[in-house]
């Protein structure tokens, strides 16, 4: 079904910055927007409040298939209440790339990250939109930075929320981050065969949202 909608598929690891250039995108063509990493947050909270263990992946994604979990203007809602700050911090950035982990856990959010495709489009960011949630997807960017600025990002970002951060900590956090999601069997963070690499280490925001845009305009008038 989805096949017929235009999609642009943005992956690549943590703290590179997908996440805002794929909501201005999706702004400037009026599509709808997927934070796909927003949902394996939300399952990390979920199983830590229930005292299920990350590393049980039957029983992750059995909590998951009964979770209720809604985008509303920008926040997000887990069974009716806004959870967006919850799931905003470092720990649940760590449990959901170990939730992420379990393939029963994957499966049981595929239907839903499916659902968010409606005309006249969608902008999803994460580590498999491009390879396994949208296959199809009429542009695929890989956008990564090097460890140290993404370290560097994340780190103002916390800074600009008033949150402890520790350079060294996050850095490290990162480099543990990239090898569970790189190494893990089910859909591992790589680099789509036709997907266009966008390396953000010198570029803006709005420098980086343009060349997604400029891409998108080419394919489009192919
Ligand atoms: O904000 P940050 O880029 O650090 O992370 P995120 O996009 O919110 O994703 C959190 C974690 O969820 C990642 O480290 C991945 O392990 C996992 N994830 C995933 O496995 N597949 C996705 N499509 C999105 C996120």
Redesign the pocket.
Known sequence: MYNAIPVIAI??????G??TVAQLAADALGFAYL???????VV?FATQQKNIAWDNAEAVAECAKALSIQFKNGQIYLNNADISDE??TEA???G??????HAPL?AALVEL?HSFCKPPGLVA?????GTV?FPEAELKIFLTASTEVRANR?YQQLIGKNQAANYESILLD?QE?DA??KG?AS?P?IMAKNAVLLETDHLTISEAVNVVLQNYQQKIRK
């Open positions: 992956d690549g690891p943590s703290a590179s997908k996440g934070d796909s990493g927003a949902l394996y947050r990390a799931i905003r649940m950035g760590k959901a790339s170990q939730v992420a982990i994957r990250q960011d994460g580590r498999d939109m949630i994340r990162l981050r569970r999601d893990r859909a963070l």
